[in-house]
């Protein structure tokens, strides 16, 4: 059976930092582009960040270019999120994400086959 858990959030205060993990299993792990989406309370899901299955691409959003990097394990079957420079903008849902088939649509993110269950990251001072 497929699964997505992520872990890693929490409460930090604007300019902190937090590294989020997502460990796979239920599937081969090394065949599946990965990516990172939030959703904040009343508004749509973004993605947030996407890599591919080798590493070698990696896509992210304007609005944490510079401040997040996506990495992944493929001997751990784990995708890392690490964010810095954090902003209370930066508050919501984080979701772990896989896909066999596609990495970006439009050069945006669409990892989204498979997703995880969320972890709550809230930036507040």
């Known amino acids: 059976q497929l699964q997505l858990v992520e872990s890693g959030g929490g409460l930090v205060q604007p300019g902190g930092s937090l590294r989020l993990s997502c460990v796979a299993s239920g599937f081969t792990f090394d065949n599946y582009a990965m990516g990172w989406y939030r959703q904040a309370p009343g508004k749509e899901r973004e993605g947030v960040s996407c890599i591919s299955t080798s590493g070698g691409r990696i896509v992210y959003a304007d609005s944490v270019k510079g401040r997040f990097t996506i990495s992944r394990d493929n001997a751990k079957n784990t995708v890392y999120l690490q964010m810095n420079s954090l902003k209370p903008e930066d508050t919501a849902v984080y979701y772990c994400?896989?896909?066999?088939?596609?990495?970006?649509?439009?050069?945006?993110?669409?990892?989204?086959?498979?997703w995880g269950q969320g972890t709550q990251v809230t930036v507040s001072s």
């Open positions: 994400a896989a896909d066999p088939y596609r990495l970006t649509v439009q050069n945006k993110c669409a990892v989204n086959r498979y």
